[in-house]
């Protein structure tokens, strides 16, 4: 009843980002611990993403508009990601992609599919927002020691993207 509505409406936002609908980051790094155990030997891949230009679009249109931007890429990812994998914010203008059984080169595809996702105009009332990203690409085994590695290797791409010039996939 209302006791449970609400227990259930918290633990929803513990999990999820309310403004998104996407998981929060400890979500994914739950799938990436299991994945890790369960599927040893198996490739497991992070994509950490980050709209370029993010606090521009807040000062510039105000708030509500970068809700609407967020909102908008958010689902433009988990579309383009399907069922191969799970995207999450990770904070602020931030996500993580993370795609279990999916190796480098094929990660580094379905980031490039995502940058050109999210670069498609947004509507807003009164015309469109032009939006890029930039994305790093870490890939355990391989170059990344262990788990905890992973996000570390993924974000030091993406800004390494960013240092390259933005709106570019790096790994």
């Known amino acids: 009843t209302g006791h449970r509505d609400t227990e ?9 980002d309310v403004s998104t609908g996407l998981a929060r ?7 990436l611990q299991d994945h890790a ?3 040893v030997g198996e490739p497991l891949t992070l994509v950490y993403a980050d709209i370029d230009r ?15 931007v967020m909102a908008e890429v958010a689902m433009r990812m988990s579309g383009e990601v399907g069922d191969a ?22 990660a580094v595809a379905v980031a490039e599919r995502l940058r050109h ?12 927002v032009l939006v890029t990203m930039s994305m790093g690409v ?27 010039g933005r709106d570019m ?3």
Not at 146 to 161: K, T, Y
């Open 85 to 106: 994998g799970r995207v999450a914010r990770f904070t602020g203008d931030e996500f993580v992609v993370a795609l279990p059984g999916i190796g480098l080169d094929e």
């Open 8 to 16: 259930a409406r918290l633990a929803y936002a513990a999990t999820h």
């Open 169 to 171: 996939v790096c790994q």
């Open 37 to 39: 155990l369960h599927h």
């Open 138 to 164: 870490a890939s355990y085994p391989g170059r990344v020691a262990d788990i905890d590695d992973l996000l570390r290797r993924a974000e030091a791409s993406m800004s390494r993207a960013k240092q390259l």
């Open 117 to 128: 996702a999210v670069a498609q105009p947004v509507e807003i009332s009164g015309g469109e």
């Open 25 to 31: 980051y400890p979500v994914i790094e739950a799938l």
């Open 54 to 68: 993010f606090h521009a679009i807040n000062e510039a249109m105000g708030h509500e508009v970068g809700d609407r």
